[in-house]
């Protein structure tokens, strides 16, 4: 039983009046939209896993779910996972619902190379969000990792290749101190990341 996608920005299309061009007038909405599937997923008996989508925009999440996640027997909810409040309360509503839950992180390993991918996208976003989402997304991940020990937690790294195609390679560990080690080492502020685009013409 491949799994069941719930993502913001294919909710986004199913909007009347959409373009990409006004992809940020349309993200409550379908953020609305998204979060009615997700609840609907959690009231059936199966998938018995939920796994939550977590990196900054044009990170390589979907392209993650499609190529490495799709035949899991899970509802995977494909989000930037950015805000504490939101994350929270996923993961309260699925451990509510009796559900395991697992975060799937993608950290890509170089943000210059996501923020050219980000800059040529056909759905137009403010840059302001990229840097918060991928400032947030991964604050997010160490509160996760610090506070919900029972949540597993799944990172992979991306990398692109010469012919910009995306690769992945999960970062293995062996203890919860591990993991919390690693992802407070990768935490970055908006300014850092600033510097690190500030050679890309925007």
Request: proline share 3%.
């Amino acid at each position: 039983m491949p799994a069941i996608v719930i993502d913001i920005d294919e909710c986004k299309k199913k909007i009347p009046g959409y373009t990409p061009t006004k992809a940020t007038e349309y993200h409550t909405e379908s953020a609305k939209i998204a979060d009615k599937l997700f609840k609907n997923a959690l009231s059936k008996k199966t998938p018995k896993k939920v796994i939550l989508m977590c990196g900054g925009s044009a990170s390589g999440k979907s392209e993650l779910v499609s190529s490495e996640l799709i035949n899991e027997e899970a509802i995977i909810y494909d989000s930037t996972l950015h805000t504490q409040e939101g994350a929270k309360v996923k993961i309260r509503n699925s451990v509510g619902k009796g559900k395991l839950v697992e975060v799937c992180a993608l950290l890509p390993e170089s943000i210059s190379k996501s923020f050219g991918v980000f800059l040529t996208r056909e759905r137009q976003i403010p840059v302001k969000i990229f840097y918060v989402t991928h400032v947030g997304s991964r604050q997010n991940l160490l509160w996760i990792a610090k506070n919900f020990p029972q949540v597993k937690i799944r990172i992979y790294i991306g990398k692109t290749d010469k012919y910009n195609k995306l690769q992945v390679f999960k970062y293995n560990y062996n203890s919860q101190s591990e993991i919390v080690k690693f992802i407070e080492e990768q935490q970055l502020s908006e300014s850092d990341i600033i510097n690190l685009v500030s050679d890309i013409k925007q």
